[in-house]
């Protein structure tokens, strides 16, 4: 896993279209299970303003896999695990708090 990735993600997500983004049947399974609208990931994946911090999982046959961590609020962020291409497949998606995120982040020792 590679350091923050924030600013080659929002290169490559700065080309993105709507019709680019492919939200697998096991994302929006668990984006309904988790309360995550579509509308809210296709918005946060269009104009990521959001973005507090990406890391890179390495690549398979179907492009980069990134872990990318969306702040919702001073207390939670939203991760999407997706994998970018020529389109950007959004893999799957949850909701944290910044609890675990700082726990993840001692035990990782990964700044996010």
Avoid: W
């Avoid at 507090?52 to 609020?73: M, P, Q, R, W």
Wanted: some cysteine; aromatic content about 8%.
């Amino acid at each position: 896993m590679d350091k923050n990735c924030r600013e080659q993600v929002l290169e490559r997500l700065s080309h993105v279209k709507r019709e680019d983004i492919i939200i697998t049947p096991h994302a929006g399974i668990r984006a309904a299970q988790r309360n995550i609208t579509m509308e809210e990931i296709y918005a946060n994946l269009l104009n990521p303003s959001k973005l507090a911090f990406a890391e890179h999982e390495g690549d398979t046959e179907d492009g980069k896999k990134y872990c990318c961590y969306f702040n919702t609020s001073k207390k939670r962020f939203n991760l999407y695990v997706i994998v970018i291409n020529n389109n950007v497949t959004v893999v799957t998606v949850f909701e944290a708090n910044k609890k675990l995120q700082r726990r993840a982040e001692k035990n990782a020792k990964i700044p996010i």
